[in-house]
């Protein structure tokens, strides 16, 4: 019984209380994300290349 009262009151609340977003706004979150993955990828990019260098470096003073 309980079971039966959350679903209904959860099905109530996703189609008449929740504030779906357009597909316009959809469009525009999307890119945000693609955007600032692909910056936030180039760099960790940046820092891992550093890094091996850095390294690389370090280890050919003692070889």
Known sequence: ???KIYLQEAYD?????VTWPTWK???SSALVVM???FIISLLIFVMDLSFRN???FI???FY
């Not at 609340?13 to 209380?17: A, P, S, T, Y």
């Open 1 to 3: 019984m309980k079971l």
């Open 35 to 37: 955007v600032a993955s």
């Open 59 to 61: 280890y050919g003073l």
């Open 25 to 27: 706004e959809l469009q």
């Open 13 to 17: 609340e996703l189609i008449h209380k």
């Open 54 to 56: 850095i390294m690389s």
